[in-house]
């Protein structure tokens, strides 16, 4: 065992602080490295704080994180020492499932053993995730990173690119797609410079005309303001998919007014309420609510592949780890663009 420094929550209440705690030795088929990075995610917050009620304390966050390799077991094939590498939200799954054997383990039907706040396939051992100095995972559920883009920027791509990359692979959205995006945070920015990337025209759904120029810079072809509804009546039953992003209560029926006959919504983002939505909605023109995670890990390495061949990383501001608590603060009030990351050599 090895012991490792790390920022951890001791109850729902407390912030992150100092902690300590002891890592596992890499076995055959396990990779050892240093976090160089790791991102700050909304869910973060949420679990920290037991929004969603099945948080484990003590609790190390971090499920966007990226570092160099500094060990490996004598059976690991795609990394030695020195090599870049990244682990998201996941550090293991059954293997054996349908959805694991699928690439799918995201949706293991035994139970995925997320990056942090979850178990190890023994289910009774927790895992502690990024806001530490070091990880030891097996290479299956480890990735390589390319050495073409800042690592800085790309951490947050192992959760919000991810997130929003997968949903738009699934529905096979490009090209002849009308595309709108709610919400321009994390996971939004990227869902722009994705579905633009892709070849959809892209629109942003914002409750805010300052997001405007920032939404075009990224990628959007056009911006409409929510709470404008001479804005809004040019976009009824005009959009084939919409990629809500939101994690706070929102209008729903609204949002799938402005779908075209046969169009999806697809949310990402988790309110903490359960949606309201009338059944009229829907049935008028046979519209659907769809709902998507990350990706299993060959979609997150094909994510990052084609990231590396694009030039698509996220808009970062890089923080020292101490500043976690007000970065947190921050991003409930939407003030960062678009995503913290902590540089963790500020971990002493």
Same mark, same amino acid.
């Not at 698509?312 to 970065?327: F, G, M, P, T």
């Given at each position: 065992?090895?012991?490792?420094?790390?920022?951890?929550?001791?109850?729902?209440?407390?912030?992150?602080?100092?902690?300590?705690?002891?890592?596992?030795?890499?076995?055959?088929? +396990?990779?050892?490295? +240093?976090?160089?990075? #790791?991102?700050? #995610?909304?869910?973060?917050?949420?679990?920290?704080?037991?929004?969603?009620?099945?948080?484990?304390?003590?609790?190390?966050?971090?499920?966007?994180?990226?570092?160099?390799?500094?060990?490996?077991?004598?059976?690991?094939?795609?990394?030695?020492?020195?090599? &870049?590498?990244?682990?998201?939200?996941?550090?293991?799954?059954?293997?054996?499932?349908?959805?694991?054997? +699928?690439?799918?383990?995201?949706?293991?039907?035994?139970?995925?053993?997320?990056? *942090?706040?979850?178990?190890?396939?023994?289910?009774?051992?927790?895992?502690?995730?990024?806001?530490?100095?070091?990880?030891?995972?097996?290479?299956?559920?480890?990735?390589?990173?390319?050495?073409?883009?800042?690592?800085?920027?790309?951490?947050?791509?192992?959760?919000?690119?991810?997130?929003?990359?997968?949903?738009?692979?699934?529905?096979?959205?490009?090209?002849?797609?009308?595309?709108?995006?709610?919400?321009?945070?994390? &996971?939004?920015?990227?869902?722009?410079?994705?579905?633009?990337?892709?070849?959809?025209?892209?629109?942003?759904?914002?409750?805010?005309?300052?997001?405007?120029?920032?939404?075009?810079?990224?990628?959007?072809?056009?911006?409409?303001?929510?709470?404008?509804?001479?804005?809004?009546?040019?976009?009824?039953?005009?959009?084939?998919?919409?990629?809500?992003?939101?994690?706070?209560?929102?209008? *729903?029926?609204?949002?799938?007014?402005?779908?075209?006959?046969?169009?999806?919504?697809?949310?990402?983002?988790?309110?903490?309420?359960?949606?309201?939505?009338?059944?009229?909605?829907?049935?008028?023109?046979?519209?659907?609510?769809?709902?998507?995670?990350?990706?299993?890990?060959?979609?997150?390495?094909?994510? &990052?592949?084609?990231?590396?061949?694009?030039?698509?990383?996220? +808009?970062?501001?890089?923080?020292?780890?101490?500043?976690?608590?007000?970065?947190?603060?921050?991003?409930?009030?939407?003030?960062?663009?678009?995503?913290?990351?902590?540089?963790?050599?500020?971990?002493?």
């Amino acid at each position: 065992m090895t012991s490792v420094k790390a920022y951890a929550a001791q109850n729902a209440t407390a912030p992150v602080a100092p902690w300590t705690f002891e890592r596992r030795d890499p076995g055959p088929f +396990d990779v050892q490295f +240093d976090i160089l990075y #790791c991102g700050v #995610c909304h869910s973060d917050l949420h679990q920290i704080r037991d929004e969603w009620g099945n948080s484990i304390f003590p609790m190390v966050p971090g499920h966007e994180i990226v570092g160099r390799v500094t060990k490996v077991g004598d059976k690991v094939t795609k990394f030695k020492a020195g090599d &870049l590498a990244a682990v998201g939200c996941l550090v293991d799954s059954c293997r054996h499932c349908g959805n694991c054997k +699928d690439g799918l383990e995201q949706y293991c039907e035994n139970g995925s053993s997320g990056t *942090y706040n979850s178990y190890e396939q023994d289910k009774k051992t927790p895992t502690y995730g990024g806001y530490s100095s070091m990880i030891v995972t097996d290479e299956k559920f480890v990735l390589k990173v390319s050495d073409k883009l800042p690592l800085a920027n790309v951490a947050p791509l192992l959760c919000a690119g991810i997130t929003t990359y997968s949903p738009l692979r699934h529905w096979k959205i490009g090209k002849g797609h009308k595309v709108a995006v709610i919400g321009l945070g994390g &996971l939004g920015h990227m869902a722009v410079k994705f579905a633009a990337s892709f070849g959809a025209e892209v629109t942003m759904l914002s409750t805010s005309p300052k997001k405007e120029a920032d939404a075009r810079a990224l990628g959007a072809h056009k911006f409409v303001l929510t709470s404008d509804p001479a804005q809004l009546k040019p976009v009824r039953n005009y959009f084939d998919f919409i990629v809500d992003t939101v994690s706070a209560p929102h209008d *729903y029926n609204m949002v799938q007014s402005l779908l075209r006959t046969n169009g999806v919504q697809i949310c990402v983002g988790v309110p903490p309420t359960p949606l309201e939505l009338y059944g009229f909605s829907l049935i008028g023109n046979r519209r659907s609510i769809a709902g998507s995670m990350i990706g299993g890990i060959p979609e997150t390495q094909e994510m &990052l592949d084609y990231c590396a061949e694009h030039n698509i990383v996220s +808009d970062v501001e890089v923080i020292d780890i101490d500043y976690v608590n007000e970065a947190y603060e921050r991003m409930l009030k939407g003030d960062v663009r678009y995503r913290f990351v902590i540089d963790m050599a500020t971990l002493k």
